[in-house]
């Protein structure tokens, strides 16, 4: 190494670029590496200050942390060894050329204005900006500029730092995005705190998520809608090796098909319209953790890709970058979908079902656990109670019945919702349930006889063989018949037809 760092391999600022680099952006020929009346100066001085300048960056070569000297006339008289292997070798001479060479764009002229405010006011300064290393990768460091001035006061050179703080900033970006998702969870979260239930077919389900809670392997909850599917992917994270890491809720059908991959996997600045700033997704949010996908059937088919991708080599990217990144993420989906049937209709890969279908769990439908409503009753009527400032002490036999026979085409979250209407209504310390609220619902509250069983599986039989075993869609049987898909299912299964001997018709 020579004296101030004759072999730096990089640009330096002479006396007239620093006066262009602190009034505009325009570039300026090549000029020297060293200022040669700065050198020549130093090069006269006696050998004990040569010895001691010489002994200065030797230190600061040991630095681990970027350094560099600017000398009076502006001339990049020295770099650290640090900031060398960083940046590599660059061809560009002029100030901002190697400015714009090394920061990210979107930082530039924020660091540029911070440089020019040092240097006009002889002020220490510092900024966030982006730095890109000779590999090309783009790190956030602190960087700081402050003077050096001699016993008079005058500035007799300039030293600059740059600190590398790019896992903190990843870190607090982080947690930022899991503040507000938490935020979210809080402010949607439902009344109910834990499974409620004592029932063989909840007991058998309870007992599922507790043998593969434990593994990494990926779990496909089934289920009609409101049967609690997310609180049972709760329950698989919460008795995993996870549970002190995020859990992570996305519901596919809520978001628009043209934001989704950028929802689960984030996306860069400029990406597409309306991506004014770099946004992580879901995926770096659950990291280490586990991220629940609700409703996985309604991903559109180029967002099935990105997700196969993830399931199978545990690495996705950012919309608009190149730059792979890597996933240590749980996934449990779940969907009240036929996906079979979705399959044979072409609108989800069987590949990716396979992927996401390990270890399937199916949430039975209230109507197949009555025995639990008379807890649920009772938790979530003292619950709302105590929510409305509600005295309530008993609950009328007769509602009580009543909410034990009727079909729930809603599952829990209609028993939770119709608890909540009752509660508020309620005027006593006796709950009650107005009946009209459970005979106007579209489903009859008393078992279908025999005779009317037999017509009903005929006629859907019959749509089934229509529309060649097709559930959903605007083919599907569910239109034919007037009726939900998910309500369909539910029928399929109780009166156990086989929908796949439709399939060839």
Not at 365 to 384: H, K, T
Not at 400 to 418: F, H, K
Request: hydrophobic residues 35%; charged residues 30%; aromatic residues 6%.
């Amino acid at each position: 190494m020579s004296y101030l760092g004759a072999n730096v391999e990089t640009a330096s600022i002479s006396a007239g670029e620093i006066r262009d680099f602190r009034v505009s952006h325009t570039d300026r020929p090549a000029v020297p590496i060293l200022d040669i009346r700065s050198f020549d100066d130093l090069m006269d001085a006696d050998v004990p200050v040569r010895v001691r300048a010489r002994h200065i960056e030797q230190i600061m070569d040991f630095v681990p942390q970027h350094m560099f000297m600017l000398e009076p006339s502006g001339a990049l008289s020295f770099v650290n060894r640090a900031a060398r292997e960083y940046l590599g070798k660059s061809d560009t001479v002029s100030p901002s050329e190697k400015l714009r060479a090394i920061i990210h764009p979107d930082d530039f002229d924020a660091l540029l204005g911070s440089y020019r405010d040092a240097m006009a006011h002889e002020i220490c300064v510092e900024a966030e900006a982006r730095v890109r290393s000779k590999n090309g990768q783009y790190r956030w460091f602190l960087h700081q500029l402050f003077p050096l001035s001699d016993e008079h006061g005058r500035v007799v050179r300039w030293c600059g730092t740059r600190i590398d703080i790019d896992e903190q900033k990843t870190l607090k970006e982080q947690a930022q995005q899991e503040n507000l998702v938490l935020r979210k969870v809080i402010d949607t979260k439902s009344t109910f705190e834990e499974i409620v239930g004592t029932s063989p077919r909840l007991q058998a389900v309870l007992a599922r998520v507790a043998k593969v809670a434990r593994t990494e392997s990926t779990v496909l909850i089934t289920g009609e809608t409101g049967t609690g599917k997310e609180l049972i992917a709760r329950a698989i994270h919460k008795r995993s090796d996870r549970a002190n890491r995020p859990f992570v809720s996305v519901n596919c059908a809520a978001i628009p098909r043209d934001l989704i991959a950028s929802e689960l996997f984030g996306h860069e600045k400029g990406a597409f319209t309306g991506a004014v700033q770099r946004r992580i997704g879901r995926f770096e949010l659950a990291e280490g953790g586990t991220l629940f996908l609700d409703e996985i059937g309604e991903l559109p088919a180029e967002t099935q890709v990105a997700l196969l991708r993830v399931l199978q080599e545990k690495e996705f990217q950012r919309v608009g970058s190149n730059q792979t990144m890597r996933a240590n993420v749980r996934v449990v989906c779940a969907t009240h979908r036929d996906l079979p049937a979705a399959i044979e209709e072409g609108t989800f890969r069987r590949d990716l079902y396979y992927r996401i279908n390990v270890f399937p769990v199916e949430v039975p439908a209230l109507r197949d656990r009555r025995e639990d409503i008379r807890s649920l009753v009772e938790y979530f009527v003292d619950s709302f109670a105590r929510k409305n400032g509600k005295h309530i002490t008993r609950i009328e036999k007769k509602s009580l019945d009543r909410l034990q026979t009727y079909s729930w085409p809603g599952n829990i979250r209609e028993l939770q919702n119709i608890i909540e209407r009752s509660v508020i209504m309620c005027e006593s310390e006796s709950f009650s349930v107005d009946e009209s609220w459970l005979s106007t619902q579209p489903h009859p509250s008393r078992p279908l006889g025999e005779e009317m069983v037999s017509q009903e599986k005929e006629l859907i039989e019959t749509a089934l063989e229509e529309c060649k075993g097709r559930v959903s869609g605007p083919s599907g049987a569910a239109v034919k018949l007037g009726m939900p898909p998910s309500t369909l299912d539910s029928k399929i299964r109780a009166l156990k037809i086989d929908k796949r001997r439709f399939y060839t018709n």
